[in-house]
């Protein structure tokens, strides 16, 4: 599994230093401009293709900064809107398209102007690299149920995101890390190394946040395609719990079953072969979850459920452990030998 350069180009942009943010691809970022040189680059950037380069401040607090105290590497934006406001300050709406390194910078009319070089690498496909892709998607989905003050929809969104450096982006702008650790990523420009790192920051805050994980492997005397119908059925779901049952079977569809007792989201789903749920009872309180993953194997001439459950505490877990065979697995095996 290997990186190559697809293209690489060299630009001559407006240049502006922001503070306390590193902006990604693929990133929509609100903020104000104010500084008098911030304002005539992003004016000269209007006039224009509406495109400027975005580098993040070494210290915050300096209010004219050099070249030499800005990063070197940043991301060529658009200014999607813009919206001069009464101070004479401009609110800017502006979405990350592309990472760079800066070659040069020069001050003209009052402005940074940067030449920046651009190189995107294309990732040869293959089985290690759907490996990564898993690794992080299935990490993504633990942190995101450790970590309730996080935006669900923006972080649902990359889980489903298929090309490995748009996942990589998208994931880190969205990670819980210092601006040093933001900027680090920034700076790596291949695809795989990037991905890769991303891996090992949630690894490393997944494996030291509380809570336990439940996996069970429970066989079924049905076909993968039967089971998966039965799972987001509403009415069938109802009909082997014995419990009310609501279900919207698409990715971001709600449900709540056992009566109310357990309600949530449905994070991704794959046609016969996988199901992944933001999961709750209804109990706990808002914004918490657990992320539920239950893969359906073809085993034998029926199927194989892999439930993999993370994001519970201890004193759930038993509970849970015991539930999914009595409130799921019984009954469903019961249902299927009427």
């Given at each position: 599994m290997s990186a190559s350069i697809e293209r690489s180009a060299t630009k001559t942009l407006p240049m502006m230093p922001i503070r306390d943010?590193?902006?990604?691809?693929?990133?929509?970022?609100?903020?104000?401009?104010?500084?008098?040189?911030?304002?005539?680059?992003?004016?000269?950037?209007?006039?224009?293709?509406?495109?400027?380069?975005?580098?993040?401040?070494?210290?915050?607090?300096?209010?004219?900064?050099?070249?030499?105290?800005?990063?070197?590497?940043?991301?060529?934006?658009?200014?999607?809107?813009?919206?001069?406001?009464?101070?004479?300050?401009?609110?800017?709406?502006?979405?990350?398209?592309?990472?760079?390194?800066?070659?040069?910078?020069?001050?003209?009319?009052?402005?940074?102007?940067?030449?920046?070089?651009?190189?995107?690498?294309?990732?040869?496909?293959?089985?290690?690299?759907?490996?990564?892709?898993?690794?992080?998607?299935?990490?993504?989905?633990?942190?995101?149920?450790?970590?309730?003050?996080?935006?669900?929809?923006?972080?649902?969104?990359?889980?489903?995101?298929?090309?490995?450096?748009?996942?990589?982006?998208?994931?880190?702008?969205?990670?819980?890390?210092?601006?040093?650790?933001?900027?680090?990523?920034?700076?790596?420009?291949?695809?795989?190394?990037?991905?890769?790192?991303?891996?090992?920051?949630?690894?490393?805050?997944?494996?030291?946040?509380?809570?336990t994980a439940i996996h069970q492997e429970t066989d079924f005397p049905a076909a993968p395609e039967r089971i998966y119908e039965i799972l987001l059925d509403a009415t069938e779901f109802a009909a082997f719990t014995k419990q009310p049952a609501e279900i919207q079977p698409r990715p971001g569809g709600k449900f709540k079953l056992f009566g109310g007792l357990i309600e949530g989201r449905i994070v991704e789903l794959v046609k016969r072969r996988r199901i992944v749920q933001a999961w709750r009872e209804a109990s706990w309180p808002p914004g918490v979850y657990s992320m539920v993953r239950l893969e359906l194997m073809a085993h034998g001439s029926g199927t194989r459920i892999v439930l993999d459950q993370t994001g519970l505490t201890e004193d759930r877990w038993d509970r849970w452990n015991a539930d999914w065979q009595s409130r799921y697995w019984e009954p469903l095996r019961r249902y299927l030998g009427r």
């Open positions: 943010v590193v902006i990604f691809p693929y990133m929509l970022t609100p903020f104000v401009v104010g500084r008098k040189s911030s304002l005539r680059a992003l004016e000269e950037s209007l006039a224009g293709d509406r495109k400027i380069f975005l580098a993040t401040q070494r210290d915050a607090a300096i209010d004219e900064p050099s070249p030499d105290q800005i990063y070197g590497a940043g991301t060529i934006v658009h200014v999607i809107e813009s919206l001069r406001l009464p101070d004479g300050n401009i609110k800017v709406l502006v979405e990350g398209e592309e990472r760079a390194r800066v070659v040069s910078v020069a001050v003209e009319q009052g402005f940074f102007q940067a030449t920046v070089r651009t190189s995107n690498l294309a990732l040869e496909p293959g089985p290690q690299l759907d490996a990564l892709v898993m690794r992080v998607t299935t990490l993504c989905e633990r942190y995101l149920a450790l970590n309730r003050n996080l935006n669900y929809e923006t972080m649902i969104a990359a889980i489903r995101v298929d090309e490995p450096g748009k996942l990589a982006d998208t994931v880190a702008a969205n990670l819980l890390l210092t601006l040093e650790e933001k900027q680090a990523l920034l700076e790596i420009f291949d695809p795989l190394d990037r991905l890769t790192r991303v891996a090992a920051m949630l690894e490393d805050r997944v494996g030291n946040a509380p809570g």
